[in-house]
């Protein structure tokens, strides 16, 4: 199997609503966010699918050694493999990658966050940084356009936060703010044994209406020259918001389940964005 065949069966793989944006991509652009994508699919499964956290920790230090030896030309995993040789075509250092890999070591190291600024510094290495490098790798022209990938990568974060309460606690993670979990007199071990309450909606609206907003800010950033060459990140706005409505109305059961939209709905608010140029 090629490096290329690779991580496209490791993006695909994913499910995630990410791929069927990178679907209407020119081929070389398409090749460079599916090899990024499925860089940070592989730090981030080294958190998921850990049973040993020595073990995890292990496995993230190759990996920063694996990046060193790549920008040093010598890459050993196909994922690297196939990435290289669009890091200086769009921009992508070293720095970008460890930062992934550093928001995943803060998995291993914590499983709360105090506040909202220490939930906001995590998801700036998982989600914004990723925002920013897939903004290049779009055709950004514009500097602007950096805040607007950047904003837009914590809004997806924010939205995967909410959708994934209940799967993350099964890993004893809760990612929403300690303060915001005093704030609405939710316990943590409700969350854990999956109990539901008026109180917890409350929490998620809220939780919600944040992410929703933060969506808003990505896209007053956008500068309009830059709004054709960032249309999948776009169309991945327009299915990301459209869940979040779904887990709305479904009165956020997400503590027993994983909201989700079906691959050919994500496909087609995909497609909506690409032919009508606008965020549903």
């Known amino acids: 199997m090629s490096p290329e065949q690779y991580v496209q069966r490791k993006t695909a793989a994913s499910g995630s609503s990410f791929y069927y944006a990178f679907l209407f991509l020119p081929k070389d652009r398409r090749a460079a966010i599916t090899a990024f994508y499925a860089f940070c699919r592989e730090v981030d499964d080294v958190v998921d699918e850990a049973v040993d956290p020595g073990v995890a920790q292990a496995k ?8 060193a030896a790549a920008y040093g030309g010598q890459p050993s995993h196909p994922v690297l493999k196939a990435l290289m040789p669009w890091t200086g075509v769009y921009g ?3 720095a970008h990658l460890n930062a992934v890999i550093e928001g995943c070591q803060m998995d291993l ?3 709360r966050f105090l506040d909202l600024p ?10 914004g940084v990723v925002g920013e490098v897939a903004a290049r790798i779009f055709g950004q022209t514009q500097d602007r356009t950096t805040a607007y990938a950047h904003k837009l990568g ?5 939205t995967n936060i909410i959708r994934d309460v209940g799967e993350d606690a099964l890993r004893g993670r809760i990612y929403l703010p300690v303060s915001e979990l005093q704030q609405f007199d939710v316990k943590a071990h409700e969350i854990l044994k999956r109990q539901y309450s008026d109180r917890f909606r409350a929490l998620m609206e809220f939780q919600t209406q944040r992410a929703l ?3 808003d800010q990505a896209l007053d950033l956008l500068p309009q020259a830059d709004w054709r060459a960032q249309k999948p990140g776009l169309m991945m706005a327009s299915i990301y918001r459209t869940l979040l409505r779904e887990i709305e109305a479904d009165g956020y059961q997400v503590l027993h389940q994983r909201v989700s939209l079906t691959p050919l709905r994500k496909f087609w608010l995909a497609w909506k964005t690409q032919a009508l140029g606008r965020v549903c």
Not at 154 to 158: E, M, P, V
């Open 60 to 67: 993230l230090s190759w990996w920063r050694g694996e990046v």
């Open 92 to 94: 992508i250092t070293a």
């Open 109 to 111: 190291e914590q499983s």
């Open 118 to 127: 220490g939930l906001m510094r995590y998801c700036h290495l998982v989600a």
């Open 154 to 158: 914590l809004a997806f974060q924010l």
């Open 213 to 215: 907003r933060t969506y």
